[in-house]
């Protein structure tokens, strides 16, 4: 998109006291010289992605009001241990039979507006041999892929952790538009015991926005979860204070990073005491400190705030 900048003129804007009426000032000499011109490729650009369309309009229809999101990306290990609690061992066609019961649910659309997918599960068919993209598409569900590679230590920090997974995920992304999948989830922490380090808070913001940038330009939706652990002992207070840092960190480099903020979602985590605070909030305090999170961090183009339930997300604001 072209620009323009503005270079410095010949001659001044200059003021005089005596030239002030009611107020406003007069000008004693014109401006000459004023020239405007692209903006060289050092300079600020913006560009939208050719995806942008249809970025918006996936977004406003997984925030649908009523409907959530439902987390069905366990890895296949995790499945297994679900498989296993029934007696079940840990085979494909196993895991292939508990997908398909929950894909295949009965008016399952009514209330599910889009469904995240383990990368098995987005290339997996039911047990009557239909995709489950196809099963999940014609009851109105957008079908998701988680896409991190899990959090791993962050070197240099306190203990802290980052979420791997950048490498590739272009290549990644562009295979799951293709197979059917208009979504992504990406998972990163930050632990306020452990500090949090601002190089923690730093490496989470900006890995958001690289997944979030790259997932726009392969045509997903990026969910952005910036997860503060609930793990310590600090109050409320401490949790607030830390989400307005990291969730600021965030929507700045969302912003350097140009990502569409009408095509994103963010799932954050709720403002609530450390698990192991003497002190407990009431669920009125929660959800007053949460709404003045939501107010003063999250930019109102962005369409849909997700609130996770167990393994289902809900829409908590829809624009």
Same mark, same amino acid.
């Given at each position: ?14 003021? =005089? ?5 009611k ?11 004023? *020239? +405007? ?7 600020? !650009? ?5 995806y ?27 499945? /297994? ?25 009965? /008016? #399952? /659309? ?33 079908? /998701?892929?988680?896409?991190?590679? %899990? ?5 240099g ?7 791997? %997974?950048? =490498?590739?995920?272009?290549? *990644? ?22 500090g ?21 330009d ?19 207070? !401490? ?25 994103? #979602? ?7 005491p ?7 909030? !009431? ?6 400190? !949460? ?5 003063? *961090? ?5 369409p ?8 289902? +997300? ?6």
């Open positions: 998109m072209a620009s323009a900048s503005l270079l410095k003129s010949s001659s001044s804007l200059v003021f =005089d006291k005596s030239e002030f009426v107020g406003q000032p007069l000008l004693r000499h014109a401006v000459a010289g004023v *020239r +405007f011109q692209n903006v060289s490729s050092s300079g600020l !650009t913006i560009r939208a992605s050719s942008a369309d249809e970025l918006v309009k996936t977004a406003k229809k997984i925030a649908s009001p009523g409907r959530g999101i439902l987390a069905m990306d366990e890895s296949n290990a995790t499945c /297994g241990k679900r498989l296993a609690s029934i007696g079940l061992e840990n085979t494909e066609a196993n895991r292939q039979a508990y997908r398909t019961l929950l894909v295949s649910a009965p /008016g #399952l /659309g009514q209330y599910i507006s889009g469904a995240i997918l383990f990368e098995e599960t987005l290339y997996q068919s039911t047990v009557d041999g239909k995709k489950i993209v196809d099963v999940l598409v014609e009851q109105g569900i957008v079908p /998701g892929i988680k896409t991190d590679k %899990g959090l791993v230590p962050l070197a920090s306190n203990n802290e952790s980052w979420c791997q %997974g950048l =490498d590739g995920l272009a290549s *990644r992304s562009a295979a799951y538009y293709q197979q059917g999948a208009r979504f992504a989830k990406w998972r990163t922490v930050v632990s306020i015991p452990n949090p380090s601002a190089l923690a808070v730093k490496e989470a913001a900006w890995g958001l926005a690289r997944y979030a940038a790259i997932s726009q392969n045509g997903l939706v990026p969910i952005v979860e910036p997860e503060i652990l609930l793990d310590g002992e600090h109050g409320i207070e !401490t949790t607030f204070e830390v989400a307005q840092k990291v969730w600021a960190e965030v929507f700045f480099y969302l912003a350097e990073n140009n990502v569409l903020f009408e095509g994103i #979602l963010l799932k954050p985590s709720m403002v609530t450390g698990a192991e605070s003497k002190i407990k909030a !009431t669920p009125e305090e929660v959800a007053g400190y !949460t709404l003045n999170l939501l107010k003063r *961090r999250v930019p109102p183009a962005v849909g705030i997700m609130a996770s339930i167990r393994t289902t +997300f809900f829409v908590i604001r829809k624009i």
